[in-house]
C-alpha cells in the first residue's frame, strides 16, 4: 500500500463516534467513508471537516505525516530549550510547513529527520498558539 495515497478523518456514525479513522478514502452521494479496504462494505462514514491526506513522508519516530498535523522541532542546536512548531499544509503543487507569518516551507525526505508529529490542528488547536 502506497502512503501517499491514505487518508484519515474522524467517525461520524456509530459507537466510536469521533475516533480516527485510517485508510483509503470514498465518496458518494451518501457522503465521505474511509476503511482498510477499496470497498464500501469495510468503509466507515466520516466527518468531511475532519479528513487529512497523508504526505507519504514519516517523522523521526516512524509516524505517517498527514495534513494538518503539528510538528515540532528543536531547530538551533545553540538553544535546545526553545521549540519550534509548524502546521502541514497543502499549497496546492505540494506539502509545506506553515509557520505564524512565513511563506510555507516545502516539505521533503530530509524533513524526516527533524520534525516529530506531536497532534494536530483538528484535536490539539492550542499547540501552535
Given at each position: 500500500?502506497?502512503?501517499?495515497?491514505?487518508?484519515r478523518?474522524?467517525r461520524?456514525?456509530?459507537?466510536?463516534?469521533?475516533?480516527?479513522?485510517?485508510?483509503?478514502?470514498?465518496?458518494d452521494?451518501?457522503?465521505?467513508?474511509?476503511?482498510?479496504?477499496?470497498?464500501?462494505p469495510?468503509?466507515?462514514?466520516?466527518d468531511?471537516?475532519?479528513?487529512?491526506?497523508?504526505?507519504?513522508l514519516?517523522?523521526k519516530?516512524?509516524?505517517?505525516?498527514?495534513?494538518?498535523?503539528?510538528?515540532e522541532?528543536?531547530l538551533?542546536?545553540r538553544f535546545?530549550?526553545?521549540?519550534?512548531?509548524?502546521?502541514?499544509?497543502?499549497?496546492?503543487?505540494?506539502?509545506?510547513?506553515?509557520?505564524h507569518?512565513?511563506?510555507?516551507?516545502?516539505?521533503?525526505?530530509?524533513d524526516?529527520k527533524?520534525?516529530?508529529?506531536?497532534?494536530?490542528?483538528?484535536d490539539?488547536?492550542?499547540?501552535?498558539?
Amino acid at each position: 500500500m502506497n502512503d501517499r495515497f491514505l487518508f484519515r478523518g474522524k467517525r461520524k456514525i456509530g459507537a466510536c463516534t469521533g475516533n480516527w479513522i485510517g485508510g483509503y478514502l470514498h465518496y458518494d452521494d451518501d457522503g465521505y467513508f474511509i476503511g482498510d479496504q477499496n470497498t464500501l462494505p469495510c468503509m466507515y462514514t466520516v466527518d468531511p471537516d475532519t479528513i487529512c491526506q497523508s504526505t507519504g513522508l514519516r517523522d523521526k519516530n516512524g509516524w505517517l505525516i498527514f495534513e494538518h498535523d503539528i510538528l515540532e522541532a528543536r531547530l538551533d542546536k545553540r538553544f535546545p530549550e526553545e521549540v519550534t512548531r509548524t502546521e502541514v499544509i497543502w499549497t496546492g503543487f505540494c506539502w509545506a510547513l506553515k509557520y505564524h507569518e512565513c511563506d510555507p516551507d516545502v516539505m521533503d525526505e530530509s524533513d524526516e529527520k527533524i520534525w516529530e508529529v506531536v497532534g494536530n490542528t483538528i484535536d490539539n488547536p492550542e499547540l501552535l498558539v
